[in-house]
């Protein structure tokens, strides 16, 4: 992981410095003594003016590093790169502490101070402290050993993914900024999420989705009261079309003007993760690439826990998972070049992944890259067998984002870049219920062929009368 060097350290090797090289004459130790008592009376004025100190400083450009002032922008105006939030680490270190996190209520707020607002929104959905499971049935089957793998299962957020906490943040700042509409460029996920949160604060919420969505997630946006337009295109053509709306009606898209606020929600999983380990990090990341905001994101939300000393640094290798049927990403990593070649038309069950032209790709590429990790592409019908032995084995339920993690997961072990004792955290970040047919693809259809797992438990059996004797006909006694 890479770390900015604190002031308490650099000032910690200033006076080691000054003190070393004369160390054996009692006139130079007098003066090391003195230096050390004044950096001392400094550390602490320093850390009470920390702990007063904003800890948000603003916006900047990931590519010229340009500073803007906080707003609902998200476009560097000289370079066009992305903006993200800057934070004053020093001030969160001197505001933060294990024992003050663990004592607040589960939640993603517990992190307030690593997140760009500067209050616990007054409301806000139940989002977040989701359970790390021990996976050892499912990490028997992979080659990993027992204890070793993890699941973050984010299925169990308010509208049932990980989109609850990007929404969350970017929904508190929207708030803060007096957007009255909420609005989202939408794979199906966020689609709910914004709806939800807008519902949940009284916003009017509108929200973009290919008109070919699986229709269980276009109706779980419905539920929530939204304004649901199908546009006929790719999400690719809808994030366009977003552009233009939040430009020209001045609403809050939370992920295309608000982008820099939501993808600082992704953060909150990589908090969980290591508070949930015992604050500690995994030797392996294992997650979905879509745009490329999750996963990059978690990787920075890591390196905040350590540079403000909340975790030890530790390297921890990425490893991200896409469908092949829509896989810049994992296409760039296989031929080892830098370009991120858009994909037109994808072509793929996994629709929550589907975004050809992904934001935050480059970023993903080079995060895989750098930490000695990979991006899988995974075959749909390796995804779909995937979300059954998941739910076989462990009793989670996913979507097709799920069943793509563990197939790149189960990729990546059998390609020797996963070892059976190192630590892994697998990201299982949306729920079944809103993919119910996914699971059968590539299944001949029938009640037959779904009772024909490949352990030979499970499936659906033929109907029966309500008898005994027809239950032992059927052949269903132990
Ligand atoms: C369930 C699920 N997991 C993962 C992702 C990937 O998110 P990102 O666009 O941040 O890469 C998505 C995106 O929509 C999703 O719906």
Redesign the pocket.
């Known amino acids: 992981m890479t770390t900015e060097t604190s002031t308490t350290d650099s000032r910690h090797r200033a006076w080691s410095l000054m003190a070393a090289p004369v160390a054996s004459s009692g006139k130079t130790q007098i003066t090391a003594v003195a230096t050390a008592v004044v950096t001392d009376a400094d550390a602490a004025g320093d850390e009470i003016h920390a702990s007063l100190r904003s800890r948000i400083q603003g916006l900047r450009c990931r590519n010229c590093h340009r500073p803007e002032a906080i707003g609902p922008s998200f476009v560097c105006p000289a370079c066009f790169g992305p903006l993200e939030v800057v934070h004053d680490r020093e001030a969160i270190r001197a505001q933060v502490s294990r024992a003050k996190i663990e004592a607040r209520a589960p939640g993603i707020w517990r992190y307030l101070e690593l997140l760009p607002v500067d209050e616990t929104p007054a409301r806000s959905l139940a989002v977040g402290s989701t359970p790390l499971l021990r996976a050892d049935r499912l990490a028997h089957e992979l080659g990993i050993a027992p204890g070793r793998l993890h699941l973050k299962d984010d299925t169990r957020n308010p509208t049932l993914?990980?989109?609850d906490r990007v929404v969350a943040v970017a929904a508190a700042r929207a708030v803060a900024f007096g957007f009255d509409t909420l609005a989202c460029a939408s794979?199906?996920?966020?689609a709910g999420a914004t709806a939800a949160a807008a519902a949940a604060l009284g916003l009017r919420a509108v929200v973009f989705v290919p008109a070919d969505l699986e229709p269980a997630k276009i109706d779980h946006a419905l539920s929530y009261g939204a304004t649901v337009v199908p546009v006929r295109g790719t999400y690719d053509d809808i994030n366009r079309l977003s552009l233009e709306i939040a430009d020209e009606e001045g609403w809050a898209f939370v992920n295309v003007n608000l982008r820099p606020f939501y993808s600082e929600g992704?953060k909150t999983l990589a908090f969980e993760v290591a508070e949930q380990l015992g604050w500690r990090l995994p030797d392996v990341l294992v997650a979905?690439?879509?745009?490329?905001?999750?996963?990059t994101k978690v990787a920075q939300g890591f390196e905040d826990l350590v540079a403000v000393g909340l975790v030890a640094d530790k390297p921890v290798r990425f490893i991200g998972s896409q469908a092949a049927g829509c896989s810049p990403v994992a296409q760039a990593f296989a031929e080892g070049g830098d370009e991120i070649r858009p994909v037109r038309a994808p072509d793929t069950i996994v629709r929550?992944?589907a975004?050809g032209s992904?934001a935050d790709g480059r970023y993903a590429l080079a995060l895989a890259r750098r930490t000695g990790g990979s991006v899988e592409a995974v075959p749909d019908e390796v995804t779909a067998s995937a979300i059954r032995q998941l739910g076989r084995t462990e009793g989670v339920f996913a979507?097709t984002?799920g069943g793509v993690t563990v197939a790149g997961l189960e990729q990546a072990v059998q390609r020797g870049l996963i070892g059976p004792d190192d630590e892994v955290v697998a990201l299982i970040?949306?729920n079944g219920v809103k993919t119910p047919d996914a699971k059968w693809f590539g299944v001949e259809t029938g009640a037959d062929a779904r009772g024909g797992e490949a352990t030979g438990s499970g499936g659906l059996a033929s109907t029966i009368e309500p008898s005994y004797a027809a239950f032992t006909r059927a052949g269903l006694a132990a």
């Open positions: 993914s990980f989109k794979t199906g996920n966020l992704s979905p690439i879509a745009s490329g905001s999750l996963f929550s992944l975004i992904p979507e984002a970040t949306g």
